[in-house]
């Protein structure tokens, strides 16, 4: 059996599939209509939506099979996340690659599988629509292009997915998707008992940007500071944008001290890229930083409702 290897991106393409918060979340119609219709358009008894994680697949949808996961060494779809392409195997007990692979030799016993690479507005292959069948069985280039069409459906909606929690024009996480990443961080920052920090970022006089040099000068300057804060930050931290010219960073195991230092070290690299002419005017921002505390933050917002405080008192100050 030939294990697929993992694509060099590999780290960053889980980081991306995570970031979806759709792994062992329940099924969906959206989904599930896909792969029923897959089964019958190609007469197969297997179908699914297939995300690949570190160490497995997991199935967003599934007909035919009474599991929801399958080890990635074992999986075909890990050769279609490492290829980027379609992958059509007519016979797999004679395929050298998959041959001798548990899911060939034993139960569902597979001979035919065809799967479509189901990728992120970032070109990520988070996964496959995939048939399977155990009997071996040719596919014409008309199955070829449905298949294409049902996997080109299925990407949509996890592209939808993305939309919903990804802002558009940073690629940084929404308001939505701090709230969705935010309630699993928070949770374990309980459970460890884990200092947890949430800084609150304003850039100063944004408004004049866009009115002296214009709204595309205006844009490229969100985009160069949005892509600056996920190359300075770790990537345990959660890099959002909640709207405008304001932006927050919620850090996993920092103390207050730690993330005002990390906040400082930030608007260092910052005043370094005005020197290095990245920006059209020199680039400055307000910030608050809290520690999180359960006891006193009941909820995310009222965690940012303190930060914005904060952040809003600096900039009084400057």
């Not at 692979?101 to 139960?107: C, F, Q, R, S, Y």
């Not at 569902?108 to 507005?121: E, N, S, T, V």
């Not at 940073?170 to 920090?197: D, I, M, Q």
């Amino acid at each position: 059996m030939l294990e697929a290897p993992a694509p060099r991106d590999d780290d960053e393409r889980v980081a991306a599939l995570r970031a979806l918060n759709i792994l062992d979340t329940a099924s969906e119609e959206r989904f599930d209509r896909l792969t029923r219709l897959a089964t019958r358009l190609f007469e197969v008894p297997i179908a699914l939506v297939s995300l690949i994680d570190h160490n497995r697949q997991w199935f967003k949808s599934v007909q035919g099979l009474s599991v929801t996961e399958t080890p990635r060494n074992i999986s075909f779809c890990g050769h279609v996340v490492f290829c980027h392409e379609t992958l059509v195997i007519k016979d797999a007990s004679r395929d050298a690659r998959f041959a001798d692979n548990p899911l060939v030799t034993g139960a569902p016993h597979i001979r035919f599988y065809a799967g479509y690479p189901l990728k992120d507005m970032n070109g990520y292959v988070m996964g496959t629509l995939c048939i399977i069948d155990s009997s071996p069985r040719s596919f014409s280039k008309d199955d070829l292009q449905n298949l294409t069409d049902l996997g080109q459906m299925a990407e949509r909606e996890l592209n939808a997915i993305q939309l919903a929690t990804h802002d558009t024009l940073t690629g940084l996480s929404n308001r939505r998707g701090l709230e969705v990443l935010a309630e699993k961080a928070l949770k374990y920052c309980v459970r460890h008992n884990a200092p947890t920090s949430l800084a609150f970022i304003d850039l100063n006089k944004f408004k004049a940007i866009n009115d002296q040099y214009g709204h595309a000068a205006g844009d490229n300057v969100l985009k160069t500071f949005s892509a600056m804060m996920l190359e300075r930050f770790r990537d345990s931290d959660i890099c959002a944008r909640l709207g405008g010219d304001e932006f927050v960073v919620l850090m996993l195991d920092a103390t207050e001290q730690q993330a005002a230092q990390a906040i400082e070290n930030f608007r260092e690299a910052i005043a370094e890229a005005g020197d290095k002419g990245v920006w059209p005017c020199p680039i400055t921002f307000s910030s608050g930083v809290v520690l999180y505390n359960p006891f006193r933050h009941a909820s995310l917002h009222q965690l940012l409702q303190e930060s914005d405080k904060l952040m809003y008192q600096q900039k009084a100050r400057s």
